[in-house]
């Protein structure tokens, strides 16, 4: 396991609970990557409880929405893990900010493999979250990984998808993604070259007035004070251009249908992702599947409390029932 760096005061972009335990974890994925985790567990804990492994959104870190959501739900009773996927925040891998279906994938199954080892964890009563972009990751684990009892994907977007096709599907046509596939080449070639990994930037700042609605809800958390954190690529400068080619040639929710546990998916009723959402409850089977629609909420406002809209009851009574 290779030694990180790891910080352990609380820098986290939300206030820390006096109701749970906090302290830091690692552990490997099967491609031999060490993971950083924040372990949030309820205080006084007793017996063995049931765990949740929280990652997400795309290309935040655990001291954003996943572990604001990790911390909720170990108030709830549950021992919850907010972890940093491969190549980001303090998490290993090399080159950094690279993302792939795959590894990311294994992420999660890792993090499950950390909780079903734990001394405070029910092995049979282990669940998961994924936010945003994660949203999709954590169907696709779900499809392939029957230890996990229970999956919640907020406000999520299916990556491949946006990927492959653009936003609302408007560039779903070989002539756009084979100029995007010629970009990422052409990238890869001068990447070899120099040996370096340029950026795409993350959230565009100064937000130009044009820049879409959504664009602007994402500039009000990652790059102003409410969620702003400098290990994010979201908050700087984002992911590695020439990483993003498996995203383009891949799907990941071919085997949705295949979930047979239990899987409830939360979208806000004004998201511009929520079409995702849908699109992926209509692949799901099974009378223990939930589509939970939040009225008047964004895509950002399941980020993280000040609108006050992310349904932590509604999360807590589906893990209860499906976890025991």
Known sequence: MSTLNLTHEWDKTFPKS????????????????????????????????????????????????????????????????????????????EPRRMASPDINTEDFSAAVDYLSNCDLVDPERIGIIGICGWGGIALNVAAVDPRIKATVASTMYELTRVNEKGYFDQNDNEDARYAMRQMVAKQRTEDFRTGEHPRAGGVVDPLPDDAPWFVKEYHAYYKCPRGYHPRSGNSTDGWAIDGMMPMMNTRLLRYAGEIRNAVLIVHGEKAHSRYMGEDAFKLLKGDNKELMIIPGATHVDLYDDVAGVIPYDKMESFFNEYLK
Request: aromatic letters at 10%; charged letters at 20%; one cysteine or more.
């Open 18 to 93: 006096e109701l749970v335990d906090h302290s830091k974890v690692t552990f490997n994925n099967l491609f031999g990557i060490t993971l950083a985790a924040d372990l949030y567990v309820p205080k006084k804990a007793e017996g063995k409880l049931p765990a949740i492994a929280v990652c997400g959104p795309f290309g935040a870190v655990k001291e954003q929405s996943s572990g604001l959501y990790a911390q909720h739900m170990a108030e709830r009773g549950f021992v919850a893990l907010a972890f940093d996927p491969s190549f980001t925040g303090e998490s290993g891998g």
